[in-house]
């Protein structure tokens, strides 16, 4: 399920999502396809590490909060941490803020859930 732009980890009832590349097209579609495949393997709670990521694309932003809504109808929820500044702008600009819960840290991640 991991491939050369993320890797994943568990801990505890959470899949930790390490994004390792820029969020561009093919990563993107990579990501989709991950959090596509933790959903189907009955994982309700995915955090997605983006402290290694400086660009997004708005597929990859698409991905995840399409993702978050399909979780929360679940009883589970995607999070999000390790944003830079001009990530946290980008996600501001096209309202994921407001769908995705932001956290600058993985523990306040995992924590929230």
Do not use: P, W
């Not at 009832?13 to 097209?25: R, T």
């Not at 393997?41 to 399409?66: D, F, K, P, W």
């Not at 500044?85 to 993985?106: C, H, M, P, Q, W």
């Amino acid at each position: 399920m991991a491939n050369e732009s993320m890797t994943i980890r568990e801990n505890a009832d959470a899949k930790i999502v390490d994004v390792n590349e820029d969020l561009g097209s093919y990563a993107a579609a990579d990501l989709r396809t991950t959090i596509d495949e933790l959903i189907g393997g009955a994982s309700r709670q995915i955090v997605i590490n983006l402290s290694e990521v400086q660009h997004i694309n708005s597929t990859a932003i698409g991905a995840m909060v399409g993702a978050a809504k399909r979780l929360r109808q679940n009883s589970g929820d995607l999070k999000v941490y390790g944003l830079a500044d001009n990530l946290k702008r980008t996600f501001d600009l096209v309202g994921a803020s407001s769908v995705l819960e932001i956290y600058d840290s993985e523990s306040s991640a995992l924590a929230a859930f």
